[in-house]
């Protein structure tokens, strides 16, 4: 059975750091794209950030690029989410999701989702 589970969650002030990891199992995602989304309460879930498993280029969205990096760990399995000089409005619960395209920044792209992580930043 294919399964993504995220951990790392947590609640950090403002100006701290967090990182979230995405644990792959059942298969091997070497040919495909990670990516990190969020969803606040009452808002749309929106892209965070991207790479692909193979390396390369990266992808960020613009209110997080700077603070957030994410990278993967090929002998783990297993992809991570550096979040840095974090704000209130981070806020959110994080999902991890794999897609077998390449660019991928979409939600409807990513056919693999993990059951996300909640992040609590306060003031």
């Known amino acids: 059975q294919v399964q993504l589970v995220e951990s790392g969650g947590g609640l950090v002030q403002a100006g701290g750091s967090l990182r979230l990891s995405c644990a792959a199992s059942?298969?091997?995602?070497?040919?495909?794209?990670m990516g990190w989304f969020r969803q606040a309460p009452g808002k749309e879930r929106e892209f965070v950030a991207a790479i692909r498993w193979s390396g390369g280029n990266s992808y960020y969205a613009d209110s997080v690029k700077g603070r957030f990096t994410s990278y993967t760990d090929n002998a783990k399995n297993t992809v991570y989410l550096q979040m840095n000089s974090l704000k209130p409005e981070d806020t959110a619960v994080y999902y991890c999701?794999?897609?077998?395209?390449?660019?991928?920044?979409?939600?409807?792209?990513?056919?693999?989702w993990g059951q996300g992580t909640q992040v609590t930043v306060s003031s």
């Open positions: 999701a794999a897609s077998p395209r390449m660019g991928a920044t979409m939600a409807l792209l990513y056919g693999y």
């Open positions: 059942g298969r091997t995602f070497t040919s495909y794209t």
